[in-house]
């Protein structure tokens, strides 16, 4: 089950249902279902008070994974700054807010999936798999 949640911040615009079909067929690209998936819409401020409680990071972030995967079960709780996809729809996306915010959903569910963007090689590889996942919502 996946849920959609927020704090301190409105609900964006995304279609619920066909969000939830969409990350359902992208994690079975990989093999995985969905288990317990809770989306967190927040601030930067709460993203930034996640990443300093949790991960003892001093930065804001677009979005943190919490990852509680059992085998192919996708569970995880995922905080996303609406703040920073925003400005990074700005910066990176031609101001496509939508799109950026559907990149950065499918980002968590590529992390629970089992890929990383920090290592050498591997920013490439999560950016690859990310414009797989959204060549299948706009297919789809």
Not at 22 to 30: D, F, N, P
Not at 72 to 83: E, H, P, T, V, W
Request: with cysteine.
């Amino acid at each position: 089950m996946i849920t959609y949640q927020t704090e301190d911040i409105e609900m964006p615009p995304i279609r619920k249902r066909e969000t939830t079909e969409w990350i359902k067929a992208v994690a079975a690209t990989y093999g995985k279902k969905i288990g317990e998936i809770a989306y967190i819409f927040c601030s930067d401020e709460k993203i930034l008070e996640v990443n300093r409680q949790y991960l003892q990071h001093d930065y804001y972030t677009d979005i943190i994974t919490f990852d509680y995967c059992e085998g192919n079960r996708l569970n995880g709780d995922l905080f996303i700054s609406l703040d920073t996809v925003r400005t990074n729809a700005e910066q990176f996306a031609g101001g496509d807010y939508l799109r950026e915010l559907h990149r950065v959903i499918i980002h968590g569910i590529l992390h629970l999936c089992g890929i990383n963007d920090k290592g050498p090689g591997e920013r490439e590889i999560m950016e690859e798999a990310e414009n797989r996942a959204l060549g299948i919502m706009v297919n789809g």
